[in-house]
Structures are given as C-alpha cells and as structure tokens.
C-alpha cells in the first residue's frame, strides 16, 4: 500500500468563530488562530482542519457561502489567509480547507443571478421546481422555498439561506474545481467535504444521500483538482457503511483519502428517533460492535478510517459518554486512548484536548445555531413544553461545541478582550483551561500530545490488525497485531471497578492513566482506567 503523509498524522479541527479572538469583537478569527500556532505545534498536530472562514452572511457560520474565493471580514482577508498558510506551514502543520460545495448561500452571486434571471445560465446551477415534494430539511420545515420572482420553489435540504447546487450542470462542477486549485495553489493540506454524500441527490424521487451519479463526480473532481497532489481528504458521510466508505477511500478508485463515518454517533440518540431523543448514556457492546465492524471490515489498502469522538456538530464527548465530575480528566485519557489506537486517522476538535464540556444552557436567548434554534421554534409550534426542548438542546445541541475556547482563568477564557463573546464563555473555565492544563504534567493536554507522538513514530498504528477481544460489557479492550508484534488496549468505559485477567507478560508499557502494576497485582480496572502494552 502506498504510504500518505495523512496514515501517521493527527488532525486537529479549529471553529474560527470561537477559537481565539485577537481584535476584540467577541468572535474568533484568523489572526487570532495565527497567535495560538504555537501551542498547537507543542500539541504535535500535523494538520489543522479549518471550518469554513470564506465570505458569508454566517446564517450557517460559514457553512452558507457568499464567495468561496473571499474570507469572511469578521476574520481577516486575504492577506491574513495568506499568513496563516505561511506560519503553519513554517511549523510543518497543513491547513485543510472545509469545502461546502452541496450548497451555496443565497448571497452567492450565482443564486442572486439565477433568482434575477431565470434564462441565466447560473439558473441551472440550482435545483427549481414548479411544485415541492415532501422532502423536508435537515433544519425543520419543508425543503423547498417559494421564490416570488419566478414563481418556482428552489430546494434547500438545509436553510432556506442554503439553497442546493445542481451537480448535474457540468459548467457548475468545473466552477467548483477551479476553485479548488485556487485553494490548492495557495499551499493548503487538502479539504473535507461537507455533506459530500448529498452531491448525487435526485429531489424528485426522494434521494438525498448516495444517488446515483455521487462517485462518478468524486472520480471527476480528484481528476480536475486534487488528484494530482498529495493531499488529505476526508468526506462527511452520515449513512456510510463499511462498503460505502470503501467505494470512496479505496485507493484505486481515485476519490478520497477517507470518509467521516456516523456509526458510532448514531448511538447518542434512540434507535430510529430524531436526534434530540437523546439516549441514556453510553451503550457500551454496541459501540464495541461498531468498532470492531469498521476495524475489521475496512482492510488496510482497500479504505481507511477516521477516528472522532467530536466535531462543531456534536456534543462533547466527555458529557455526553465520558464523565464530567470526578472523573472528567481519567475519563477523558480513556476515550483518547480508546480511539487514537485504532487503525485510522485520528481528528481532535478544539478543546477536546484539555477536556472542555458542554455548555449549562437554560434557555433560548443563550443559543444562535439555527439547527437548534429552528427544532426549538417547530417544537413548540407542535405543543412541546420549553423544558423538556431545552433540555435535548443542553445534552445534544451544537452550540455546546461552539462556546469559546478557553485559554486561562481570566476573564473570558482570555478568548476574546470583549465581555460580550458571540456564545457565552462555558462557566467552568476557572478550571478548565489550557494554561491550567499546561502547568499540570499528568493533564489531558499532556495525553493528547504523547498519543499524537506516537501516531507518528509508531508504524505498527498504521499496519497491524484490529481484533476485538471478549470482556465484560462495560470493558472496551483489543488487540492490534503484526507477525512480529502485539499491543493490547484495554479501557474500563464505566465508573465501576471492573475485573479483568490480564495474565499475558508486558514487555512494554505503551501509555496508561493509571498505575499498571495496581491493575495487574489486582487484577481490577478501576473506574476510566487505560492502557496500552506491548505483550509480544
Ligand atoms: O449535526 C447534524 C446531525 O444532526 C446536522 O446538524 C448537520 O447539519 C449534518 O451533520 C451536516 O453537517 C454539515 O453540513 C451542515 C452544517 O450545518 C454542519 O455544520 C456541517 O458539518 C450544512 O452545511
Ligand atoms: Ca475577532
């Protein structure tokens, strides 16, 4: 199999609005990431995944673009861009561009024409019918919007403010691919395609993801753009399975690095229910039998893995499977641990890394994520009470992942001079910080940093085989096998004692939170306890 740079490297995903603010206007921006290069060169990340900073009427933060080829003024310019680029690259970190290209904003200049014009040739970029089907968004409501002017309904399976692109147009896909090499000129590390599975949709018969037409524009935009380059990319597939995903990350195919699969997410919520029917903590055999299906059945040289716990949609981790009383710091070392073992490429989201939480929303006006914010209004409209609403949105809403950074006990995090932050500053910053983290030498910080070390210098991370090995329910262990080696993960996923025979001899310890000889005199996982050995 050939080798990439992206098999050895850790990825690390930055939300511009609430990383670090460094002009004082309460929302994060370009030079402030540039000011915080040096903390995530000290983590030890290979590349930074970069949420969407182009121009944008932030209906969507971002994921609704004005100009792919512009950034967005609350960031920076060009020229701030172009310095970024420049001071990662320098420190031998690659920037990955978010690459939305399912849909566009409403302001884009395509869409005002084709609004404008209906005899444009911008007018086919988008998907118009004369009647709406059933189809209905991902943000609450009908898909379709009535459009005055022309008297047709175009289809947004997000806002109304992100109305669909035609991939169907062939002059609209070469528009995307020239400004891909726009981006790819400028130096960047690669793109992960936003909600790439939705490219082939056909409205009319209700195909939203994996139409028929997906991975033959895939094979044609790795030919007209990134094909050419060593690039990471990395598509949001929330259906994939394990065929799926290797449909796009086989390398013979010609399409993509790897996908971001959803499995494992699928179980924050109840079976077959929306996702705001949260479900009551971690199901721990079902998320073993996840795993081991993508370990297993995504052979080395036929796909490749992501590995994530959290992104800018998600809960975090640490409250929603984790633990964010006594064990907050334990429990996050097990998960990162968990993870960052498995064959694949692992993904940190912003504060993940210093075990950052969910944010104690209590009420609407706290909010601004329109997913959340329209589920809210549509509720209600369909007689739900406030609390109960208010509730799903604090366990599972997305703004818990957009609150700001927090980079020290002082005022706002230090994340912004302002006392008016776009989101509230997550109260439990006094504590939870990255300078705290930094000063204590058993932090999480200091896990993350060892583990994305030795993403980079151990080859049997990338080579040896996944077996899933039979313990107790709440214990997640498994092996990873070379002809010459063993190394055994083992990783109590409760708050209870749990015992385990571990009678192997250890020729190395690998990485643990806890003190291994306790566990082997014992016998005995004690609550979030982690470890990886080498036994062969
Ligand atoms: O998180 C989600 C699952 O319930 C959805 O809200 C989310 O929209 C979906 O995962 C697709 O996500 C991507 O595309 C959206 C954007 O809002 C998300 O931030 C982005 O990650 C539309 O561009
Ligand atoms: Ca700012």
Redesign the pocket.
């Known amino acids: 199999m050939q080798k990439h740079w992206w098999h050895t490297a850790t990825i690390y995903q930055i939300y511009p609005k609430s990383f670090m603010d460094a002009n004082g206007d309460g929302i994060g921006d370009l030079q402030g990431i540039i000011s915080k290069l040096d903390y995530l060169e000290k983590l030890g990340i290979t590349a930074i995944w970069l ?1 969407p900073v182009y121009q944008s009427p932030m209906d ?2 971002g ?2 673009i004005s100009d792919y080829q512009a950034i967005a003024d609350i960031f920076g310019d060009m020229c701030d861009m172009e310095e970024l680029l420049a001071q990662a690259n320098q420190r031998g970190i690659k920037i990955v561009m ?1 690459l ?1 290209v ?2 566009t904003s409403d302001e884009h200049a395509w869409f005002i024409e084709a609004r404008e014009n209906a005899a444009s040739p911008e007018r086919d970029y988008y998907i118009w019918r004369d009647q709406p089907n059933d189809l209905v968004s ?2 609450s409501g009908s898909a379709w919007e009535y459009d005055d002017k022309s008297g047709q309904y175009y289809l947004h ?3 109304k403010k ?1 109305p669909d692109l035609n991939w169907e147009n062939e002059e609209l896909r070469h528009n995307i691919y020239d400004m891909m090499n726009f981006w790819i000129d400028k130096g960047i590390g690669g793109f992960r395609m ?2 790439i599975d939705l490219l082939g949709k056909i409205p009319d018969q209700n195909i939203r993801e994996n139409g028929p037409k997906l991975h033959d524009y895939l094979k044609e935009m790795n030919q007209a753009s990134f094909g050419k380059h060593d690039l990471l990319t990395v598509g ?1 597939t ?1 259906g994939a399975t394990p065929e799926i995903a290797k449909q796009y990350s086989n390398p013979k195919h010609q399409e993509l690095s790897m996908v971001f699969q ?1 499995e494992h ?1 699928g179980l924050q919520h109840k079976p077959d229910r ?2 705001w029917d949260y479900a009551d903590g971690l199901d721990v055999p079902a998320l073993k039998r996840i795993f081991n299906k993508w370990q297993t059945q995504l052979e080395l040289g036929e796909g490749w893995n992501s590995l994530f716990w959290n ?4 809960p975090r981790v640490l409250s929603i499977w984790g633990d964010t009383g006594s064990y907050r710091e334990k429990s996050a070392k097990a998960l990162a641990i968990l993870l960052h073992l498995m064959r694949g490429t692992p993904y940190i989201y912003q504060g993940e890394e210093i075990g950052m939480t969910n944010y104690p929303f209590e009420g609407l006006e706290q909010l601004d ?3 959340s914010l329209n589920y809210a209004k549509e509720a209600l409209e369909n007689g739900e009470n406030m609390a109960d609403i208010i509730d799903s949105i604090r366990v ?1 809403g ?1 703004d818990n992942a957009r609150t700001p950074m927090q980079w020290s006990a002082e005022p706002q995090a230090c994340f912004s001079s302002s006392s008016e932050t776009w989101l509230p500053v997550n109260p439990n910053y006094e504590s939870i910080n990255v300078a705290a983290a930094l000063e204590d030498k058993n932090s999480i910080f200091y896990t993350y940093q060892q583990l994305v070390k030795l993403r980079k210098e151990a080859e049997w991370l990338v080579d040896a085989d996944f077996e899933l090995m039979e313990t107790d329910e709440k214990v997640f262990a498994y092996k990873r096998y070379t002809e010459d080696e063993t190394y055994l993960v083992v990783v109590n996923l409760s708050d209870q004692d749990q015992a385990i025979k571990l009678t192997c001899p250890i020729k190395e310890i690998i990485i643990a939170n806890t003190d291994l000889q306790e566990v082997i005199n014992s016998q005995i996982l004690k609550p979030w306890d982690a470890f990886c050995v080498r036994v062969k």
Do not use: A
């Open positions: 949420s969507d933060n994921y609704d978010d939305v399912n849909h991902t943000f399976l997000f806002g992100q936003d909600v949001e929330w959803f997410i929306p996702k992104n800018h949609d998600l994520d329109i997913e599972i997305r």
